[in-house]
Nanobody, 118 residues
Framework: VQLQASGGGFVQAGGSLRLSCSAS??????HAWAWHREVPGKERESI?????????YYVPSVKGRFTISRDNAKNTVYLQMNSLKPEDTALYYC?????????????WGQGTQVTVSS
């Protein structure tokens, strides 16, 4: 199973970006998706998750500004990021909990850089 993330870039404060992450390979189904972000010198932080049934969770710092969604038919997750702030600058990673046969495995995408200027 491979995850391919895309959509990062450079944007001014107040702008928007949409990240995508698609899973390919021996994917039976994806139990849950998550977006994480990492800043140099800090631990990787989980910022948004979406379960198989569609329930979502956001950390307070992004709630109301970011929206996570999934397209199960395409094995793809999205992160719509609005009202971006300089402190959102980070390397963003997608993560998927994937059923492969009767076992669940965790996979990571390669990371996509988001830079927000003030």
């Amino acid at each position: 199973v491979q995850l391919q993330a895309s959509g990062g870039g450079f944007v001014q404060a107040g702008g928007s970006l949409r990240l995508s992450c698609s899973a390919s390979g021996d994917v039976l189904s994806i139990h849950a998706w998550a977006w994480h972000r990492e800043v140099p010198g800090k631990e990787r932080e989980s910022i948004a998750t979406i379960a198989e049934g569609g329930s979502t969770y956001y950390v307070p710092s992004v709630k109301g500004r970011f929206t996570i969604s999934r397209d199960n038919a395409k094995n793809t997750v999205y992160l719509q990021m609005n009202s971006l702030k300089p402190e959102d600058t980070a390397l963003y990673y997608c993560n998927a909990a994937v059923w492969v046969g009767l076992k669940m495995y965790s996979y990571w995408g390669q990371g996509t850089q988001v830079t927000v200027s003030s």
